[in-house]
C-alpha cells in the first residue's frame, strides 16, 4: 500500500490505490508500466514556479529543497564517509597483512582494488535492488554486508580469503549503501542541489579525516585482526543513515478512476506463447540492460558518453594516492603515526573548504559552466602529483596533500552535479551505474600498477623513463 509522504491521504484515497492495484493484477495489467507512464507525463507537465519535479523512486513529486531533505543530507554524508573514504584505511594494515600471509606488495594490493571496484563494478544490481526495495532498504542491506564482510575479514587465513570478504563482500555492501544514497538525494533537492552535493562530498573528506586515525588507534590497541572486526561493527551505522531516507511519494489525481472497466484482454493460446518465449526472453535482457546500464545514454547522449569516458580513465590514478600514500611515507622512514596523519590533514582540507565551494559554485554565474570548472580541477589534480618528485620528506608530502586536497575537493563538489547536469533525473540511477561498472575496471588495476612506486621515489622513476627515452634516440 503507498504511504504519502507529509499530510497522509484519507482512508478511501487508499482504497482506491490498492483497489485499482489489485483489479490490474488480476487483469494482467502491468502496475508498474502504468506508473511509470504517469511519471512520465507528471514529468513533462511539471514545471512550476521555475522549480523542476524530479522522479523519485517510487514516482514523480516535487523536490522539496529543504525539510526532511536536511536530514537526509546529514545522512548522506555519514554513508560516503564509511563508504568511499574506507579504501584509504586499508593501507595503515598494509604491512600487517603482508606478514601474516606472508604476500607480496602486488598481492596485498589486490585487497582495496578488489574492495574499490566493487564499490563501482555493483552498479547495475545495485540499480535492480532500488527498483524493487527502494533506496531505504537498499542502504540498510549494503550496511549488513559491507559489515559482515569486515567481520569476517578478521577470521581469514589467506589473502584469497581476504580477497572475498574484504574485497568482494565489503565492496558490494560499499555500492549498495553509497548509490542509493546519492541518488534519493538528488530526488530531494533540485533548487540547492549544487550545494547539497557539494555538502554530501564532505562525507569522503569527513572519513578520510577520521578513520585513518581510528585505525591507528585500533591498529596499536587490537591489532589487524581485531581492528577489522570493530571496523565492521561501524559500519552497520549505514543501516541507521538508511533507516533516515524516507522515500518521496507522488501525489495522487482526484480525477483517477477508482478501476478499469475496461474488457480484459483475451488469452493467448499456449503455441503462440511457446513460439514466443525466445523472443520474450531476448527482449526483457535488451530491456534489463537498457534500463539498468544506460547504453542507450552512453550511444546517444554525446556528453554523457565523453563525461563517463573521461571518468573512467582518470580513476585510473585518482585513488592511488588514497591507498599508497602511507605505504609510501613509512617506505620512506617516516612513522607511521606521522604518515596516517597526512591522510587526516588531507580530510581536513576537503571538509573546510567543499562547503564554501558548493556556496560559490550555487551561484547563478556558475549555472551551465560547471563542467568547466570541473575539468579545469581535474587537470590541477593530476598535475599535484609531480610535487612527489621533490622527495619523500614529511614537509613536501604536506604541501602535496594541501594541494590535492583543494583540487579533490573541487572535482568532488561537483562530479555527481556534472552528471545530473548531462542526464535527465529520471535516468541518473542507470546513468551512475554504467560509470560505476566502467570505473570500476580502472580502479581495479590502477593501484597494482603503482605498486613499483611504493620502495622508490617517483622522481627515481621519472629519471629511469627519462634515461629509457635518451636511450631510444640515440639509437
Known amino acids: 500500500m503507498t504511504q504519502r509522504n507529509g499530510i497522509s491521504g484519507t482512508s478511501d484515497r487508499i482504497l482506491h490505490s490498492e483497489a485499482s492495484k489489485i483489479f490490474q493484477q488480476a487483469n494482467g495489467i502491468d502496475h508498474e508500466k502504468i506508473q511509470e507512464a504517469d511519471d512520465c507525463e507528471l514529468e513533462e507537465r511539471g514545471q512550476e514556479g521555475g522549480r523542476r519535479v524530479s522522479v523519485a523512486v517510487t514516482g514523480a513529486v516535487e523536490a522539496p529543497d529543504g525539510g526532511w531533505g536536511w536530514m537526509v543530507l546529514v545522512a548522506t554524508i555519514l554513508v560516503l564517509a564509511l563508504t568511499l573514504a574506507f579504501p584509504s584505511c586499508v593501507g595503515i594494515f598494509y604491512t600487517d597483512l603482508q606478514n601474516e600471509f606472508h604476500a607480496t606488495n602486488s598481492e596485498t594490493s ?133 533507516a533516515v531516507m524516507r522515500p518521496l511519494q507522488p501525489k495522487r489525481h482526484r480525477g483517477q478512476p477508482l478501476m478499469n472497466h475496461g474488457p480484459p484482454p483475451p488469452d493467448e493460446n499456449s503455441d503462440s ?5 525466445a523472443r520474450t526472453i531476448w527482449s526483457s535482457m535488451l530491456a534489463f540492460l537498457s534500463k539498468h546500464m544506460a547504453f542507450n545514454q552512453f550511444c546517444n547522449n554525446l556528453r554523457y558518453r565523453v563525461y563517463s569516458i573521461g571518468i573512467t580513465w582518470t580513476m585510473l590514478g585518482f585513488v592511488v594516492p588514497l591507498v599508497y600514500l602511507v605505504p609510501y611515507a613509512t617506505a620512506n622512514d617516516m612513522e607511521p603515526s606521522q604518515a596516517a596523519y597526512l591522510l587526516s590533514i588531507l580530510g581536513i ?91 570500476s575496471v580502472t580502479l581495479l588495476i590502477g593501484p597494482p600498477l603503482a605498486v613499483p612506486l611504493l620502495p622508490h621515489p617517483p622522481c627515481s622513476l621519472w629519471c629511469r623513463f627519462a634515461g629509457w627515452i635518451k636511450r631510444r634516440g640515440r639509437r
Open 273 to 277: 506463447k511457446k513460439k514466443g518465449r
Open 110 to 242: 589486490w585487497v582495496p582494488s578488489i574492495m574499490t571496484s566493487a564499490l563501482h563494478a555493483g552498479g547495475p544490481f545495485c540499480s535492480m535492488l532500488v527498483e524493487k526495495l527502494g533506496c531505504r532498504a537498499t542502504i540498510m542491506l549494503g550496511g549488513v554486508l559491507s559489515g559482515l564482510g569486515m567481520a569476517a575479514s578478521s577470521f581469514t587465513q589467506s589473502i584469497t580469503e581476504l580477497y572475498i570478504t574484504t574485497g568482494v563482500i565489503t565492496g558490494l555492501g560499499f555500492c549498495f549503501s553509497f548509490q542509493p544514497a546519492v541518488t534519493i538525494l538528488g530526488h530531494y533537492f533540485v533548487r540547492r542541489r549544487v550545494f547539497a552535493n557539494a555538502m554530501s562530498s564532505t562525507g569522503t573528506a569527513l572519513g578520510l579525516c577520521a578513520l585513518p586515525v581510528l585505525g591507528n588507534y585500533l591498529h596499536t590497541e587490537y591489532g589487524w585482526r581485531g581492528s577489522f572486526l570493530i571496523l565492521g561493527a561501524v559500519l552497520l551505522n549505514c543501516c541507521v543513515c538508511g
Open 349 to 439: 582540507v576537503n571538509i573546510v573548504v567543499r562547503p564554501p565551494f558548493g556556496i560559490v559554485f550555487n551561484m547563478p554565474w556558475f549555472k551551465g559552466r560547471h563542467v568547466y570548472v570541473f575539468s579545469a580541477a581535474l587537470l590541477v589534480n593530476g598535475l599535484s602529483n609531480s610535487i612527489c618528485c621533490i622527495g619523500p620528506s614529511f614537509h613536501v608530502l604536506l604541501a602535496y596533500v594541501v594541494i590535492y586536497g583543494l583540487s579533490m575537493s573541487v572535482v568532488g563538489s561537483l562530479m555527481f552535479t556534472v552528471l545530473m547536469d548531462v542526464v535527465e533525473m529520471s535516468c541518473f540511477p542507470s546513468a551512475l551505474g554504467l560509470l560505476a561498472v566502467m570505473e
